[in-house]
């Protein structure tokens, strides 16, 4: 039932494919939010409910992919929240002033395509079969 695929999946089982798909679809989704609706990209990324979804399941089938490339994917994945949370931590100090109000919004849009930038890649390495790195 849950036999690896020879070839393209390279020894992996297809649900844990499937999975990985769905964790990088519940992150585009939080992107099309956050571009979507009067919160940013990064803000939907890491409060939203997708986000935060995907985050739960990378934590939770992360003893399912060790050993395999998708391994790779999964730090990727969470990676890209918890280094979007810093960053948004950062924007918050910013912005608490008046003067970095410029940097803070600068940090925002950077922080936003990056994270664009993150989901897009690992889908497409994914799609790919290949695994992502840093």
Request: charged share 5%.
């Amino acid at each position: 039932m849950n036999e690896p695929i020879p070839g393209g999946t390279q020894g992996v089982r297809p649900s844990l494919v499937n999975v990985t798909h769905l964790i990088y679809g519940l992150h585009a989704i939080a992107v099309v939010v956050g571009v979507t609706s009067s919160a940013t990209i990064a803000g939907g990324f890491v409060f939203g409910l997708p986000s935060l979804l995907a985050v739960f399941l990378n934590y939770w089938m992360r003893s399912e992919v060790r050993g395999t490339w998708l391994e790779s994917h999964f730090r990727w994945q969470i990676r890209t929240f918890w280094f979007t949370v810093l960053w948004l931590c950062v924007y918050g100090l910013f912005l608490i002033t008046i003067i970095g109000i410029p940097i803070a919004i600068g940090v925002i849009l950077v922080l936003g395509f990056w994270v664009a930038y993150r989901v897009v890649r690992g889908w497409l390495a994914l799609g790919s079969s290949s695994p992502i790195s840093a």
